[in-house]
């Protein structure tokens, strides 16, 4: 019981927002290596038709993109409409549609 508790402390959100930060998603999303590796992988996927994972890894590398470029301006809600929160949320919903696309719709 004590293990489930202190797993569950470690879920906090300032907890969680502190680790994002320490993994310095923004220098992965701008490493050359990263992007090359990416970007061989799509295009293998998109050669051999494998949708679903071509969905998995696009998906997985917007997500890191979009989630470094929140933690970079910072997601206060001082005022109702928060451009970077409103970016976040648009993009996720933007990556979540195409993830489901690839992965459920796009067969042949």
């Not at 879920?11 to 320490?22: G, P, V």
């Not at 990416?38 to 996927?45: E, Y």
Request: contains cysteine.
């Amino acid at each position: 019981m004590d293990k489930l508790l202190e797993l569950l402390q470690n879920l906090q959100t300032d907890r969680l927002i502190q680790w994002l930060n320490e993994l310095k998603l923004a220098e992965l999303v701008h490493n050359p290596a990263f992007l090359g590796v990416v970007a061989v992988v799509a295009a293998v996927c998109l050669f051999k038709r494998w949708y679903g994972f071509l969905g998995i890894v696009g998906g997985l590398a917007g997500f890191v993109w979009l989630l470094s470029y929140t933690l970079e301006r910072g997601t206060e809600l001082d005022s109702a409409g928060n451009p970077t929160l409103l970016v976040f949320i648009g993009g996720g919903v933007v990556i979540i549609g195409i993830v489901i696309y690839l992965l459920f719709i796009k067969s042949e």
